[in-house]
């Protein structure tokens, strides 16, 4: 039985109707300034990266497909030749400092050993080539960053507690005396945060920090490829992102940092709980928090008087589905079922803690979280529920709306600024936008009708 305290999960077998992950392109060649992105595969993803994501054609995006044809399907050509070609086309025309290989499903499927000629062609370009595997295996398409990011954790140099020490000349490591100094920050730890969020954002969080006295070290992705951040034993790292597990786990096994379990800072409440953990790893008593996450409380009121007791329901894209429905959730909104395409408990266990504890704060019993659903199910489910929103997909935005159920496409928060205390309002402008809609077209209908008759 669901209970106030107990989270319950169901699975079903549906399919995974979300873009595919080598749309992750399209927002890491902006973050990582100095970077190429190959797609190695077929037309169809050339024309899903120029079409789909929508390149206007005065941009110059660095960003290229290197379409497999049928000779290198059937290892006619020599695959090792061909990328040389293509890349020292790109080293003429580009000169960036790393070339990102994106293999997709075609790769896969061939079996071409991206592995095994990256390393051959960096020593004879001179760049250094970091190959992905960013194909429709995945179950969302954000898994494509996850992807990379795992990736390029190997491409990060050594950190190297000892010698930052010396340098620094810390002389309280264990934080004793209270000293808010930059040198005595993070008791004698570095610590990085990993997720691709825009720079503005990325500020936004440090500073956040910095005013909790907790300085960070380095992101990943950085913005440029020389300035990756150190990782290593002594090294702590806490995600942004909900669809970063297999980073996590890379960062945790292979380059033996600490993984700080933290929910996510999305809406106020996830970021002061953010924070908060981040604040205990390290032994600092957060100052001024409950505060500051008020007063943004405060400043979203108008938007929470609209959402208040509207009921929502997600489809499952994104991998954002807990976040968004735990922020929701506190603004008053009544959240039917919270549809994902993958759950990994462990990376969001801090997450799904809070999702519960806000739970039983509003006083409402959890939401049914659902893994790979079904969508046809879905569909007859929300006939019966008709709920006022539907955060889906856009496969199924047009039909929903057909049936008289308002939808916001989830791929709008995967590219909108969402994290942090200030950006709270933009994802509630998001949710929000569909249900003003309809209102306003009802008042704009009621004024044309009283303008005809007054004419």
């Excluded at 001179?126 to 960013?134: F, K």
Aim: net charge neutral; aromatic share 8%; with cysteine.
């Amino acid at each position: 039985m669901k209970t106030l305290e107990t989270p319950t999960f169901e699975c079903e077998t549906g399919n995974y109707h979300t873009f595919c992950p080598i749309s992750c392109v399209a927002w890491l060649y902006q973050k990582i300034e100095d970077s190429f992105f190959l797609v190695v595969g077929t037309k169809t993803c050339g024309y899903f990266l120029q079409n789909a994501l929508g390149v206007m054609i005065f941009a110059e995006p660095r960003y290229a497909t290197a379409e497999l044809e049928e000779g290198d399907i059937s290892a006619q050509l020599n695959d090792q030749k061909e990328l040389k070609r293509i890349c020292l086309q790109i080293k003429r025309d580009r000169n960036p400092s790393v070339i990102i290989w994106i293999g997709t499903c075609t790769t896969e499927i061939i079996k071409m050993d991206l592995e095994g000629i990256a390393p051959k062609l960096e020593r004879e370009l001179g760049i250094p080539i970091v190959v992905a595997r960013a194909n429709g295996l995945d179950y969302a398409f954000t898994q494509g960053e996850d992807t990379v990011l795992a990736a390029m954790t190997h491409r990060c140099p050594e950190y190297d507690s000892s010698a930052i020490n010396a340098t620094e000349g810390i002389s309280d490591p264990v934080g004793l005396n209270g000293s808010t100094s930059k040198e005595k920050n993070l008791n004698n730890h570095a610590s990085v945060l990993f997720g691709s969020l825009p720079s503005s954002v990325a500020s936004q969080l440090n500073s956040e920090l910095k005013r909790q006295s907790i300085y960070v070290s380095g992101w990943l992705p950085s913005q440029r490829y020389a300035e990756l951040p150190a990782l290593g034993e002594g090294v702590y790292v806490c995600g942004v992102n909900p669809f970063l597990s297999r980073t996590a786990t890379t960062l945790m096994r292979r380059r033996k940092c600490r993984l700080i379990g933290a929910p996510f800072p999305i809406g106020p409440d996830g970021t002061r709980a953010w924070i908060e953990k981040i604040c205990s790893v390290f032994n600092v008593k957060p100052n001024g928090l409950e505060e500051r996450e008020a007063n943004i409380w405060n400043s979203l009121k108008d938007y929470i008087g609209i959402v208040n007791k509207k009921s929502v329901f997600f489809m499952g894209d994104n991998l954002l589905e807990i976040s968004l429905a735990r922020f929701l959730i506190r603004c008053g909104m009544i959240v039917y079922e919270i549809g994902i395409p993958y759950m990994d408990k462990r990376y969001q266990a801090a997450e799904l803690s809070l999702l519960q504890k806000t739970c039983q704060r509003m006083e409402i019993p959890m939401p049914r979280i659902v893994e790979k659903p079904d969508n046809y199910s879905q569909v007859q489910r929300m006939h019966e529920l008709k709920p006022d929103l539907a955060i889906t997909g856009m496969a199924h935005a047009n039909p929903l709306e057909a049936r008289g159920i308002d939808t916001k496409w989830s791929v709008e928060f995967t590219f909108a600024q969402i994290h942090g205390f200030t950006n709270a309002r933009d994802v509630l402008e998001l949710v929000t936008r569909p249900l003003r809609r309809n209102d306003e077209s009802i008042l704009d209908w009621n004024g044309l009708s009283r303008q005809t008759v007054e004419c």
